[in-house]
């Protein structure tokens, strides 16, 4: 028994795989990091700074008790949504779980919309009756806002073959965390997905950590963006603290699917410095390892330095800082101030139509 | 002795088909395996295989019979040095009988007067039977949604969906079905039979088995504006599906404050059928009848399945559309207009009465006819109410009947615990207390898994001898 593996390893070289062997299938090219311009890395340093903002503000609000439920906070992923969502056009949906306050701030809603939500007013997007977990906003192709986890992706596969339909040349956005990459509906809409070849990206955001449970505790083939393999879809694993990695991904994913190649895979490896929601006391991971990534990787940080490298100065930096400071406290103050659904709205919505 | 070949149930359900052709004649031999015939019925076409070594000896039934009962004996296999003529016996006359037999005079078969010696196990009183048989039964209150004098026509309650799904398909490009086996395979019961055909592959949607997926997928669509229909190859297995169904589409609009629309129908067979078991024999009314935000229709005949299949299609809202499949082969009188549509959430009176009301659904609204026929001959008037939709529930209809009769009874093909039957009760209770002249009572399936012994099948499911003993409790 015991000579039995080093039996098979007599034979391992022989079954090296080819370093070279040219892939059986067509793939998608080598993102490229993006070549930004000046101006659209400025826009990408205010829309990730009022992300970090306006989080850290709903954790406020939070902890004063003017939110309640669940609030799962986007501080440190924000490179991911802001370098996909650059690329979209207005053609294109998104939907994901219930992480979705940076998801939905990029996709044009107004702040103060979106934390009246937060704080369950009339004003909210949802009139208050949603909450973090479930807002949406058809205007703005933003289909939610899910609390279920895994169901948007079977959902944004559902989107993606409206778009297929209708023919109108868009495209589904559909994240979920790596948490949810486990779950069978996944799978089942992966096959879907290629077998009809549907506009789809699905995005994986790896924060590393599905609730307390690693990666690597939850998941045997633990590098995410091989899990179309088995059904064709290609995938490609981006440093998803780097807005314009992010960026040159959704470039190449967004090419491959408007090709008609059908969906592709983007794993955003990525962190969040919160815990899972507000009432995770973290206590699965050590305060050096989120300081580590804090200080080493952070995607505001980073982003600060390219723009430095290009002659922005401080003063510049500050004036958006406040620019957006302003954006936050105001919404934060509306949220605060706005009146809360009246009871009537109780009863609306429930169904459409009268019978 | 010569062997009999009977007339084989390619289904649970199939009492009777078409022998359609012979692939042997008189003085062939054939070997286990051979294929001797080919059978239809409404749903399939079978080849039929012989099992034994022999020679055919007398076929009996021409190719091209109708109507041909399970059980009969269509041909005979001689053994090595049997004669034909030692094989012409008695049943001959049957095949003309069989053939001929008006689908609205069945009988029980094993009371048919020239039935072979009844050792056929198909013939077996089931629960399932007793359901199907009593679907006979056609409402005598004519129905006001139809005009009068209208022309009726027979159709099944399978075309009926069909031809709903197809009419409003032609209108709206937005509506599209997908299920597993709806399209090259013409739908598992053949519901979506020829969509395919007329539709394209675009619109008439093979997909995985994976239900829990493509009910995800089926939502998606319609929260992207698309109005799918959503086949369930039965709603036993939409179980995997439920969280899409509830925590996606029922409860967007609400948790959206009205902005996110989810115009869906998941449709399929629903209840018991015939002898398949506890896994494959509910009834999810009451499971979906407790979600606000859906609607969920429950119809019983062939009208009211297309009339009420196209208003699932046409409104804004979520729909569970329960189907039963022990009807689907049923035929039934439906009004030829040219585009039929229903109200949702308005029940329908099938017998007027003045003594107790019964009220039902689905399957259950034969048995309730068929309990009110028997109550009538011991002098009890009895009323009959189909809830046709059991979300919104039309409470005023039940209400209205109770002011009436004072007496009432809710029969249910189902569990009575949690039931429509409960939620029935509970509204006497609460907006017809001053009407009761006696309690309300359920009647309902045993509450246990649906046993698959045919003679526990019977024992367990809702039958018209239960509704009369509960009627006669209270009258």
Not at chain 1, 226 to 232: D, K, L
Not at chain 1, 265 to 284: Q, V
């Amino acid at each position: 028994m015991a000579k039995a593996p080093a039996a098979r390893k007599t034979e391992a070289p022989q079954s090296d795989p080819a370093p070279n062997r040219a892939p059986n299938r067509e793939r998608p090219g080598e993102p490229q990091s993006y070549r930004a311009s000046k101006d659209e890395l400025l826009e990408f340093y205010k829309q990730m700074l009022l992300i970090r903002r306006f989080e850290e503000k709903a954790g406020q609000l939070y902890g004063l008790g003017l939110i309640g439920g669940f609030c799962h906070l986007y501080i440190g992923q924000e490179a991911v949504a802001v370098g996909l969502q650059s690329a979209l056009s207005d053609k294109d949906s998104v939907i994901t779980g219930y992480r979705d306050h940076g998801h939905m701030l990029l996709c044009g809603i107004p702040p103060k919309d979106v934390m009246a939500e937060l704080t369950g007013r009339q004003a909210g997007i949802s009139k208050g009756k949603g909450g973090s977990m479930h807002m949406f906003s058809v205007e703005h192709k933003f289909y939610g806002g899910h609390g279920i986890v895994g169901a948007q992706v079977s959902l944004g596969t559902g989107l993606g073959f409206a778009h297929k339909y209708r023919q109108d040349g868009g495209v589904c956005l559909a994240y979920f965390g790596d948490g949810a990459s486990n779950q069978g509906q996944v799978y089942e809409s992966f096959n879907m997905a290629e077998l009809w070849k549907l506009p789809v990206i699905y995005v994986i955001e790896n924060n590393q950590y599905a609730m307390g449970t690693s990666v690597n505790r939850a998941s045997s083939e633990d590098q995410l963006y091989r899990r179309g393999e088995s059904f064709r879809i290609p995938g490609i694993q981006v440093d998803g603290m780097d807005v314009l990695a992010s960026r040159g991904a959704a470039e190449e994913a967004l090419a491959w699917v408007r090709a008609g190649k059908g969906p592709i895979i983007l794993e955003m490896k990525t962190y969040r410095y919160r815990g899972h929601s507000m009432s995770d006391p973290a206590k699965y991971r050590s305060r050096e390892e989120v300081q580590a990534v804090r200080d080493k990787s952070d995607p505001i940080e980073h982003c600060k330095k390219l723009l430095e490298d290009q002659g922005v100065g401080e003063a510049e930096l500050k004036t958006i800082e406040q620019e957006i400071r302003k954006i936050v406290a105001e919404a934060a103050d509306f949220a605060e101030s706005a009146p809360e659904p009246e009871p009537a709205e109780l009863y609306t919505d429930v169904l459409v139509e009268k019978y | 002795m010569p062997i009999e070949i009977k007339m084989p149930a390619l289904s649970p359900t199939m009492e009777e088909g078409t022998l359609a052709k012979w692939l042997v004649k008189e003085g062939d031999t054939v070997k286990s395996g051979d294929i001797m015939a080919e059978i239809e019925t409404d749903k399939a076409t079978m080849e039929f295989e012989a099992v034994d070594e022999g020679t055919i000896g007398k076929i009996m039934i021409a190719e091209g019979s109708d109507n041909v009962k399970v059980g009969t004996v269509i041909a005979t296999l001689l053994e090595e040095g049997e004669s034909a003529d030692t094989a012409a016996a008695a049943p001959a006359e049957r095949s003309g009988e069989g053939a001929n037999a008006a689908p609205k005079e069945e009988q029980p078969a094993d009371k048919a007067p020239n039935a072979p010696e009844s050792t056929v196990p198909h013939k077996v009183e089931t629960g399932a039977r007793q359901l199907y048989d009593a679907a006979k039964h056609d409402a005598e209150v004519s129905d006001p949604a139809i005009p009068e004098g209208t022309e009726m026509v027979k159709i099944t309650l399978r075309e009926a969906l069909r031809d709903a799904m197809a009419e409003e398909m032609r209108k709206d490009d937005r509506v599209f079905v997908m299920g597993e086996e709806v399209a090259e395979y013409q739908g598992a019961y053949k519901v979506t039979q020829g969509l395919l055909d007329e539709f394209g592959p675009a619109r008439v949607i093979d997909t995985p088995i994976t239900e829990y997926g493509f009910a995800g997928v089926g939502t998606g669509a319609a929260m992207g504006g698309l109005r799918p229909i959503v086949e369930f190859m039965t709603f036993n297995f939409a179980m995997q599906a439920i969280d899409h169904i509830i925590n996606s589409a029922a409860k967007t609009n609400y948790m959206s404050g009205g902005q996110m629309r989810c115009p869906i129908v998941f449709r399929g067979p629903n209840g018991a059928a015939s002898r398949v078991g506890a896994q494959h024999s509910q009834n999810y009314g009451p499971w979906y009848a407790s979600v606000p935000g859906l609607i969920v229709i429950a119809p019983y005949d062939a009208a009211d399945a297309k009339g009420l299949m196209k208003a699932a299609i046409r409104t804004e809202d979520p729909v569970v559309f329960l189907e039963n499949e022990l009807l689907y082969g049923r035929t039934f009188e439906i009004p030829a207009l040219d585009d039929y549509v229903l109200p949702i959430g308005k029940a329908r009176t099938m017998r007027e009465g003045k003594d107790v009301t019964i009220v039902s659904y689905s399957i259950g609204v034969g048995l309730a006819l068929e309990a009110a026929e028997k109550l009538a001959e011991e002098g009890i008037d009895a009323e009959v109410i189909d809830l046709r939709t059991l979300r919104p529930l039309d409470k005023a209809a039940v209400l209205k009947s109770l002011k009436k009769t004072n007496r009432l009874v809710v029969a249910e093909e189902g569990w009575a615990t949690c039931s429509i039957a409960s939620e029935i009760v509970a509204i006497c209770m609460e907006e017809g207390f001053d009407d009761l002249d006696a309690p309300v009572l359920r009647v309902a399936n045993e509450d246990v898994p649906l046993p698959y012994a045919a003679n526990l099948e019977k024992l367990a499911l809702l039958s018209s001898a239960k509704i009369v003993d509960t009627v006669k409790k209270i009258v």
